[in-house]
């Protein structure tokens, strides 16, 4: 059921963006269609702050650049730019709804602080519910269900149901030094309020000020945060500090933002400000996904 304020995209629009991600048309609204579509989305599609950190950078009251569909998806396809989580999240939610899927947004809380600082994608299928996640991109869909769920490799994903009748979701990705739990509900979220939250996100974001992109291989994720470049794959994680000329190479050639983009993120102060030093608040109590408990 697709809520009233929803906006989806323009047929045209839907097949070019298909086209770029390198999926077949028609894409059917089944289990292997959903595998294809998230698939090629964590593959093509970056996680990044870019255009988030350049309208803060410009500042003005405007809304936040992404957070209509039909935007996201013209700069994706002109300039390389993805988004942070209300932003993809919503993209690929509309996106695989005009293809026939049941899908819906979810919200919920990374790092299980008790805030909502996170937005997600569920679907559902004849085969049970299956988490699509934007920003953690673990290349296939993680399935929901009454029992705890995992899988190894470049990229760990675990989900387990919460007493609260929603769920964890537990992945390992850097820079972080295991791993990190999302606690998330399964109500449907309505586009009006995923934009509320965004907005919200001006004031508190480890987004906002330091550079942020990840771009997802087969076997391997690369990620630049701040000035360093992580690689991980199923073997572990290799760290290299960046200089400045690097990291912006990096981001036109490895995370795919065009020239003139990255250019607009430099004169915004990206650039200088993603090489001040971070403040790390204090992380919550340590705990563990359920492959790694004791019984």
């Excluded at 769920?149 to 919460?162: L, N, Q």
């Excluded at 990190?180 to 000020?209: D, G, K, M």
Aim: proline share 8%; with cysteine.
């Amino acid at each position: 059921m697709q809520a009233q304020d929803d906006i989806g995209i323009e047929p045209r629009l839907r097949d070019e963006v298909l086209l770029r991600l390198g999926c077949a048309t028609p894409l059917r609204p089944d289990a292997a269609g959903l595998g294809t579509l998230y698939r090629s989305w964590c593959l093509q599609v970056p996680f990044d702050n870019i255009r988030k950190m350049i309208a803060l950078g410009q500042g003005g009251e405007a809304p936040l650049p992404g957070g209509d569909a039909t935007d996201f998806f013209e700069h994706w396809l002109a300039a390389g730019t993805g988004g942070t989580c209300w932003t993809t999240s919503n993209a690929l939610c509309v996106l695989a709804r005009s293809l026939g899927f049941d899908a819906w947004r979810v919200a919920g809380s990374m790092r299980d602080l008790g805030i909502i600082n996170h937005g997600s994608v569920l679907v559902r299928g004849d085969d049970g519910h299956w988490l699509l996640d934007t920003s953690i991109m673990y290349n296939e869909p993680a399935p929901i269900g009454t029992a705890p769920f995992s899988r190894d490799g470049a990229f760990p994903v675990e989900v387990e149901p919460s007493a609260d009748g929603g769920f964890l979701l537990w992945v390992d990705v850097p820079p972080g030094p295991g791993y990190t739990c999302c606690r998330l509900n399964t109500q449907r979220v309505s586009h009006a309020q995923f934009l509320a939250n965004y907005e919200v996100s001006r004031e508190r974001s480890p987004f906002n000020t330091r550079l942020y992109a990840r771009r997802n291989r087969p076997e391997a994720l690369v990620l630049l945060s701040g000035s360093q470049r992580y690689v991980k794959t199923a073997s572990g994680v290799t760290r290299q500090e960046l200089a400045p000329e690097e990291l912006v190479q990096a981001l036109r050639d490895e995370i795919g933002i065009a020239p003139a983009v990255v250019a607009a993120w430099v004169a915004a102060g990206g650039l200088e400000s993603s090489y001040r030093p971070q403040h790390n608040p204090a992380a919550p109590a340590p705990s563990e996904p359920p492959s790694r408990r004791r019984p």
